[in-house]
C-alpha cells in the first residue's frame, strides 16, 4: 500500500527543491564573479610586469651603449649617433635602437696639484690637470612594443688643458 502525502507537506517539499536551486544558483554567480575578477587582476599584474621589464631591458640598452662610449674618447664625437642597435637576449636580431647625443661638457674645475698619486699618467702634471665633468645621453626605443627611454649618465673625466680647452670649452 502506497502512502501519499497531504498537500500540504508535499507545497514545503517542493519549496526546498525551489530555495535549494535559487540558492544554488546565487552561489554559482558569487563564484563566477570572483573567478572572472581574480583573472582580470592577474591579467593587469602581467601587463604591469611587462611593461617593467620591457623598460629595464630598454634602460640596459641605453646603458650598453653609453659604457661602450666610455670605453673609447667619448668627447672626440662631433656628432650624435643615431640607429645603434642593441641585442638584448643574445639571439643576434637588435631588439633596441639607441640615439647617443653629442656628449656635453657640463664642468670644468682645475684639478689641486698638491694631491700625490702613485700613478703617473703621460702628457699629465698636476698643474695643468682638469677634473671634467660631461653628460651622456642615451635615448633607447623599441619598435613593437613603442617602449622609449631616456637615459642621462654623468662621467668625471681628467684631462689636460689642451684637451679641456679643445673639447670642453667647444660650442654645444
Known amino acids: 500500500m502506497t502512502r501519499i502525502a497531504p498537500d500540504h507537506i508535499r507545497d514545503k517539499v517542493k519549496q526546498r527543491g525551489v ?11 558569487l563564484i563566477t564573479v570572483l573567478v ?4 582580470s587582476l592577474s591579467t593587469t599584474n602581467l601587463r604591469a610586469v611587462g611593461n617593467v621589464q620591457m623598460r629595464e631591458e630598454a634602460i640596459s640598452a641605453a646603458s650598453v651603449i653609453i659604457e661602450s662610449r666610455m670605453d673609447s674618447n667619448f668627447y672626440l664625437l662631433t656628432a650624435s649617433q643615431p640607429n ?5 637576449d643574445g639571439d643576434s636580431v ?5 640615439d647617443l647625443a653629442l656628449p656635453i661638457c657640463v ?6 696639484s698638491d694631491s700625490t698619486s702613485s700613478v703617473t699618467l703621460p702628457g699629465m702634471s698636476g698643474t695643468s690637470s682638469w677634473n671634467t ?10 619598435a613593437s612594443t ?3 627611454v631616456r637615459v642621462i649618465q654623468g ?15 667647444r660650442p654645444v
Open 19 to 29: 530555495i535549494t536551486i535559487f540558492i544554488s544558483m546565487v552561489l554559482l554567480l
Open 36 to 39: 572572472v575578477a581574480a583573472y
Open 84 to 88: 645603434q642597435g642593441v641585442d638584448i
Open 94 to 98: 637588435d631588439e633596441f635602437l639607441v
Open 107 to 112: 664642468r670644468a674645475t682645475k684639478a689641486a
Open 133 to 142: 665633468v660631461w653628460e651622456l645621453d642615451a635615448t633607447a626605443r623599441e
Open 146 to 148: 613603442g617602449v622609449s
Open 155 to 169: 662621467v668625471r673625466l681628467l684631462m689636460n688643458d689642451s684637451d679641456k680647452t679643445n673639447y670642453c670649452d
